[in-house]
């Protein structure tokens, strides 16, 4: 006869679903393909740019074609001076509106 250790189960544990796609720290969607961030601007010399949106589906935050890029995305290009916006001196401040369902 099997002995049953204390915390053994009858059932099997279920192990609860893992994420497919990592999250967005600005507007805290998962970063599925077509999907995208919510309107965000750059702000800049006292200045709101608008972040600029995907030309074709984003190789690094699944960003589909006309929407916006999610955070630290690698491919989005800054505003200002049209340069990486990762990293970029003009895109430190960052104002995020309120996800607006697709």
């Known amino acids: 006869m099997k002995q049953r250790h204390v915390g053994d189960s009858a059932r099997p544990t279920e192990k ?4 497919k796609y990592a999250t967005c720290g600005e ?10 961030c919510a309107k965000h601007f750059y702000i800049y010399g006292g200045k709101k740019y608008l972040a600029q949106k995907a030309d074709e589906q984003c190789h690094d935050c699944n960003a ?5 890029h999610h955070a630290n995305c690698d491919w ?5 001076c ?3 916006a ?4 003009h ?3 960052v104002e995020v509106h309120k996800k607006v369902p697709a």
């Not at 507007?27 to 995208?36: A, H, K, L």
């Not at 990762?86 to 001196?89: A, L, T, V």
């Open 64 to 68: 589909g074609p006309g929407k916006f």
């Open 82 to 84: 049209g340069g990486q």
């Open 91 to 93: 895109c430190i401040q």
């Open 76 to 80: 989005e290009r800054c505003p200002v």
């Open 86 to 89: 990762m990293g970029c001196e």
């Open 27 to 36: 507007c805290g969607t998962e970063m599925v393909p077509g999907g995208g």
């Open 16 to 19: 609860p679903a893992k994420k």
